[in-house]
C-alpha cells in the first residue's frame, strides 16, 4: 500500500525559512518525477514544484522561483523542500505526490507564515 507522509512544516516569520520532507513507501518511486502541492484555506491544490526521477531537472511554479529547491534521494525514497525568503502567501497545507498525481494524497503537513 503506497504511502505518502509529509513533515517539518511549522510557524514561521516572513523571510524565514522551512524544510519540507516526504517519505514515500510501499513502492519504488526512483522512475517518477516526484512533486510538491499546496492547498491554502478557500483555494484549489496547485503545483508548486517537481523533480525528474534522476534528479537532474527540476520545475517550480512562478510564485515560488528562486525561493524554493525541491530535492530529492531515491535511496530513501524521500522527495525534500527547501523553503526560503517565506512570504504570508506561501502558507498553505503542503503535500507530495507523483507529478501529475496519482497516489492517494498524505495528510500534508501545514506551513503558516506569518507577516
Known amino acids: 500500500q503506497v504511502q505518502l507522509v509529509e513533515s517539518g512544516g511549522g510557524l514561521v516569520q516572513a523571510g524565514g525559512s522551512l524544510r519540507l520532507s516526504c517519505a514515500a513507501s510501499?513502492?519504488?518511486?526512483?522512475?517518477?518525477?516526484m512533486g510538491w502541492f499546496r492547498q491554502a484555506p478557500g483555494k484549489e491544490r496547485e503545483f508548486v514544484a517537481a523533480v525528474s526521477w534522476t534528479g537532474g531537472s527540476t520545475y517550480y511554479a512562478d510564485s515560488v522561483k528562486g525561493r524554493f529547491t525541491i530535492s530529492r534521494d531515491n535511496a530513501k525514497n524521500m522527495v525534500y523542500l527547501q523553503m526560503n525568503s517565506l512570504k504570508p502567501e506561501d502558507t498553505a497545507v503542503y503535500y507530495c505526490?507523483?507529478?501529475?498525481?496519482?497516489?492517494?494524497w498524505g495528510q500534508g503537513t501545514q506551513v503558516t507564515v506569518s507577516s
Open positions: 505526490n507523483v507529478e501529475p498525481p496519482k497516489e492517494a
Open positions: 510501499g513502492r519504488t518511486f526512483s522512475s517518477d518525477t
